[in-house]
């Protein structure tokens, strides 16, 4: 059993930057895929990023280049750097966790309850 909560949602202005961050506890495999997805209301859940336990990265193609992700196994976080953020970018984020290859948010069994992030001018 794996029990996430995300924090460090807010207000930004388009072209800021938002750290979000999602603390692990519970029965943390260091093996388990680790990542972010976000979801607008009426929306399915969307791939933002993922890491693996070898520190491979993915990125959907909307935030690669403006999005960072690292992984912390020691203290089990895992933290998203967003910079420029967009309008488009503003919705509730979630982070996930499972022994998973992909970007199919079914892959995923154990997710936190999410963050939100309102990009307003």
């Known amino acids: 059993q794996v029990q996430l909560v995300e924090s460090g949602g807010g207000l930004v202005q388009p072209g800021d930057s938002l750290r979000l961050s999602c603390a692990a506890s519970?029965?943390?495999?260091?093996?388990?895929?680790m990542g972010w997805f976000r979801q607008a209301p009426g929306k399915e859940r969307e791939f933002v990023a993922r890491?693996?336990?070898?520190?491979?990265?993915h990125y959907a193609i909307s935030v690669a280049g403006r999005f960072t992700l690292s992984r912390d196994n020691a203290k089990n976080t895992l933290d998203l750097q967003m910079n420029n953020l967009k309008t488009e970018d503003a919705t509730v984020y979630y982070c996930?966790?499972?022994?998973?290859?992909?970007?199919?948010?079914?892959?995923?069994?154990?997710w936190g309850q999410g963050t939100q992030v309102t990009v307003s001018s």
């Open positions: 996930t966790t499972d022994f998973a290859t992909g970007a199919d948010a079914s892959q995923y069994r154990y």
């Open positions: 519970g029965r943390t495999l260091s093996r388990y895929i």
């Open positions: 890491i693996s336990s070898g520190n491979i990265r």
